[in-house]
């Protein structure tokens, strides 16, 4: 099934309700954080999709977090811009996730590489969309 809102994450088993768990988003965060601050510095076009890769995966950590929080378990990624655009209410966000999930998986499933100029600005908007993120966490009273 491919899941076409928030309301199909359920039904395929793909989102799940839990007792929300602030200690492992907490541990998730840091994770992120840990990740961010080991990804190299001078983006180069040899290391820009594996820079690229660990600002990805930052973002569904901190993604997942906040899932946590508000009492959501989310197993894929489509599932997670649903909860971005409808849970969140974040439909802009949504769409540049939805732009960086099909880069990178494009890279990791098929191994395309990116383009240094594609990745820099897939890095960019990683990291702006998890500034993002992190603001709209704050004002909804969950600082990460």
């Avoid at 971005?84 to 966000?93: A, M, P, S, T, V």
Wanted: glycine share 4%; aromatic share 8%; net charge neutral.
């Amino acid at each position: 099934m491919s899941e076409r809102s928030w309301k199909d994450c359920p039904k395929a088993g793909n989102s799940f309700n839990i007792s929300p768990d602030a200690e492992k988003a907490k541990s998730l965060i840091e994770i992120a954080k840990d990740r961010i601050s080991q990804a190299q510095k001078d983006i180069n076009e040899k290391n820009v999709n594996f820079v690229f890769e660990d600002y990805y995966l930052s973002l569904i950590e901190i993604l997942h977090a906040i899932a946590l929080i508000k009492g959501h378990k989310i197993i894929n990624h489509i599932c997670l811009k649903h909860f971005l655009k409808e849970i969140l209410k974040r439909e802009d966000l949504s769409i540049i996730f939805d732009d960086l999930r099909y880069k990178i998986n494009s890279l990791t499933n098929y191994g395309n590489k990116m383009e240094f100029e594609v990745g820099k600005d897939a890095l960019e908007k990683s990291r702006e969309l998890i500034d993002e993120i992190r603001k709209l966490s704050f004002q909804k009273g969950n600082p990460l």
